[in-house]
């Protein structure tokens, strides 16, 4: 039997650029194979899915494409066997000739057929926009439909992460903006209304925000797989230092008297998966649409995303409302699990402090004979105030240059005014404050520490008795 014998008849090879090959097909295995999918502008736009199967082309005509929700199955016309050669088929075909119209290569890949007969066929697909468990059954004729099966939830899956970066030259018109949030990673798996919360080390952590799991039946899906963080909010901000002393608690007991003292909120800004169907694959502006759409008013919110043009404007609103930076995603970017990828970046708001040298930790290692690190402070109300050690920012010829300037200013005792944590004060050696260094650090904490100060220099131009805190 010539499977390719109502192909040809309905085509002219002087006439259409379509491929008609003279000689017939060769019979495969029909185990596996390439599956393609082209969108078709004839006179009514439809999709051809088509799968090989014994040398040929297996074709069904999809009016509303191929499904994505398991929910809702799609018409699926039984058509002609096309040649293996239609699979890189893409151009116009000319009016007055079967099919006119463009055609374009929408999707491809490869498949594992499950089960094949004349009246089901299961398959897998492995392409770029559409993978998983699909089944064509039919329902009379030329009739048949197809289905998307629903896809379990990956066991594990580590997030993706934001590499530290700054805003790429020649515009951002290709790039989204969020704020960074200073809180707790965590992906929430939803199943049925049950939800379980993992942290990025993998973690379960479910039992540790139970005011969270209420997330599992606010989303009117069966299955979701969510990207968030987890905040605790005073006045308004974000505040990490509030949030610590609920984040190693597992008994549920005392996680329920926390989460009443100081209740955190979920903060969700990707979906990975939803019911059945894989997003990791898709670009981000797809996704964060999409998760909009999912999340109504209430406990849980999709945080806003802004237009890559409105960086600065959005910089300047963290700033203002003591947010920890923003990130910037790219539009078009798929989700990378456990990658720090420069597709995401992260624009921390570092703030400047000038403060008062007191002392030093001893180096080790490398640094031995150096300064290790520098005990800080500023001035308040006439009293020298601890406010942290800074050991980053140093090249070996600043190490050696604030060694030698501090050697003649040791004293026995501390100049500080206040109380310096006992790992720091023990091995100190003292010095008398005239030295003012400049530092860049993230934030203030509550009892006035700086978190993650850098060295940027000596301020020569700075007396001492002058500085206090700025921000």
């Known amino acids: 039997m010539n499977r390719l014998a109502e192909y040809r008849g309905k085509r002219d090879p002087a006439r259409t650029p379509e491929p008609v090959p003279a000689v017939p097909p060769d019979a495969g295995s029909g185990g596996s194979g390439i599956f393609v999918v082209q969108e078709h502008h004839a006179r009514r736009l439809h999709w051809d ?11 069904w005509a999809l009016p509303k494409g191929v499904p994505d929700d398991p929910a809702v199955n799609h018409l699926a016309v039984h058509t002609e066997d096309h040649p293996l050669e239609y699979a890189n088929f893409a151009g116009q075909i000319p009016r ?10 929408w999707d491809h ?4 057929v499950l089960k094949w007969d004349e009246r089901e066929v299961k398959v897998n697909l492995h392409g770029e926009r559409v993978s998983g468990g699909y089944v064509l059954f039919a329902t009379g004729g030329k009739n048949w439909m197809i289905h998307r099966e629903r896809q379990p939830l990956p066991a594990a899956l580590t997030p ?3 590499a530290p970066g700054r805003a790429p030259a020649g515009g951002l018109d290709a790039w989204g903006v969020e704020f960074k949030w200073d809180g707790v990673r965590a992906l929430a798996f939803i199943e049925t209304g049950r939800l379980q919360l993992i942290s990025r080390t993998g973690k379960d952590i479910t039992a540790t925000y139970p005011e969270v799991s209420a997330l599992g039946h606010t989303i009117p899906h069966k299955q979701v797989l969510l990207d968030g963080e987890i905040v605790a909010f005073t006045d308004g901000r974000p505040d990490f230092e509030a949030l610590q002393p609920r984040m190693h608690v597992s008994s549920p007991t005392a996680a329920l008297r926390l989460a009443e003292q100081t209740p955190v909120t979920y903060l969700v800004f990707d979906v990975l998966q939803l019911d059945g169907r894989p997003l990791t694959g898709r670009p981000y502006a797809e996704r964060r649409q999409l998760l909009d759409t999912l999340l109504p008013d209430g406990s849980f919110q999709a945080p806003p995303t802004f237009p890559g043009e409105d960086l600065e404007a959005v910089q300047a609103a963290s700033v203002a409302n003591g947010f920890e930076g923003v990130v910037i995603k790219r539009l078009n970017s798929v989700y990378e699990p456990g990658i720090r990828s420069v597709n995401w970046l992260k624009l921390k708001n570092v703030q400047q402090q000038e403060v008062v040298v007191a002392g030093w930790k001893p180096g080790k290692g490398n640094r031995l004979g150096l300064i290790g690190s520098l005990l800080v402070g500023y001035y308040a109300d006439g009293a020298l105030l601890y406010c942290g050690h800074v050991g980053t920012g140093f090249t070996d010829e600043t190490l050696h240059m604030l060694t030698s300037r501090l050697a003649p200013l040791r004293r026995p005792d501390s100049p500080f005014d206040g109380p310096v944590p006992p790992e720091y004060a023990r091995p100190a050696v003292w010095v ?7 530092v860049l650090f993230d934030r203030w904490t509550k009892a006035g520490r700086m978190i993650a100060p850098a060295f940027q220099g000596v301020r020569d131009d700075k007396e001492p008795a002058d500085v206090v805190r700025e921000t």
């Open 96 to 105: 007055g000739e079967y099919g006119a119209g463009a055609v374009t290569l």
């Open 49 to 59: 899915f088509r799968l090989e199967r014994d040398g040929v082309l297996v074709s």
């Open 109 to 112: 890949g490869t498949y594992d």
């Open 432 to 438: 008398e404050p005239q030295l003012v260094i400049e």
């Open 160 to 162: 993706m992460l934001a």
